[in-house]
């Protein structure tokens, strides 16, 4: 983000805020004091319009990837957020949908399948209406209970998480082009790549689950050590590592609603789709839209 000048006679023409925002990391008490540097006893986030230097910083696959390019553009569009980069990746996807909106507007089309007759369409989805039901956290958001005194406590991804769950995606991609029927690869290669990506990705799914766990209690004996938690995941029975990712999934399932009711133009089938919010599709086509539309 550019170093502003003192006294700048212009500074009257600069981005000013177009919507506020209280993050959800905040009514949880994520974020230490002085993380927001507003002046908002609603400890609310101010967000700009993108600048034309965001905008390409978007259209950057490697920055999307790794997450510079979301750091910068939140650096620059949420100037009172401290540290992006300690955010929750709840609050990242509500405050890049909040971006989008204000920078290209309330539509945002979409084309969905339906999963009947296989008919194509396009759907506009309005940000508005999905920035006024943004799912917030109740009391008990985040704990597990188990059988024998045994609690668990989880807190959403962070940042860090997030970019794990990018390099998921990134590898599964890059794997699935390399595997494309015109590659040459054989069939042994094939399964041999096949088990090798499914093997990783197993292992990086388990290990972003085991960091959602921010403490374990036995008979009331807290146990916070990243190490006795690793055992205990590990040596969990089945049930009871499904209740946990069952509640993790549901707690990085607040904030932005991605669940869309529809039917399908040509066969009538009502059905949900799934918004995909994800930052490579979703501003990628945001910003086609918007060059198509000048």
């Not at 959602?212 to 190490?227: D, M």
């Not at 690793?230 to 707690?251: G, L, P, Q, W, Y």
């Amino acid at each position: 983000m550019t170093q502003m000048t003192a006294n700048n006679p212009l500074a009257g023409a600069f981005r000013k805020p177009k919507s506020w925002v209280r993050l959800l990391g905040t009514d949880i008490g994520a974020y230490p004091e002085g993380f927001i540097t507003a002046d908002n006893e609603k400890l609310e986030v101010g967000v700009k319009p993108m600048t034309g230097s965001d905008e390409t910083l978007l259209n950057n696959p490697d920055g999307l990837l790794n997450g510079e390019s979301i750091v910068s553009v939140i650096k620059s569009c949420c100037p009172t957020i401290s540290d992006p980069t300690k955010l929750l990746h709840i609050d990242i996807r509500l405050l890049m949908t909040e971006i989008r909106r204000n920078s290209y507007g309330k539509e945002h089309d979409i084309d969905e399948t339906c999963p009947k007759c296989g008919h194509v369409q396009k759907k506009t989805l309005d940000l508005d209406m999905v920035l006024s039901n943004v799912r917030r956290f109740s009391d008990g958001f985040n704990v597990v209970e188990l059988d024998g005194d045994l609690e668990v406590m989880l807190h959403p991804y962070d940042f860090s998480q997030y970019k794990k769950i990018l390099d998921i995606g990134y590898k599964e991609s890059k794997s699935l082009r390399a595997l494309s029927p015109d590659s040459g690869v054989s069939d042994d290669e094939r399964l041999a790549v096949f088990s090798k990506m499914y093997k990783e990705m197993s292992t990086l799914n388990r290990d972003i689950l085991m960091s959602s766990i921010a403490s374990v209690s036995l008979a009331g004996n807290v146990v916070t050590e990243p190490q006795f938690i690793t055992e205990f995941f590990m040596e969990i029975d089945r049930e009871s590592s499904a209740k946990i990712k069952e509640k993790v999934d549901d707690m990085n399932n607040h904030g932005v609603q991605s669940k869309l009711d529809t039917k399908c133009q040509n066969c009538q089938h009502e059905h949900i789709i799934d918004v995909n919010f994800d930052q490579m599709s979703f501003f990628t086509r945001s910003s086609d839209q918007a060059t198509h539309n000048r």
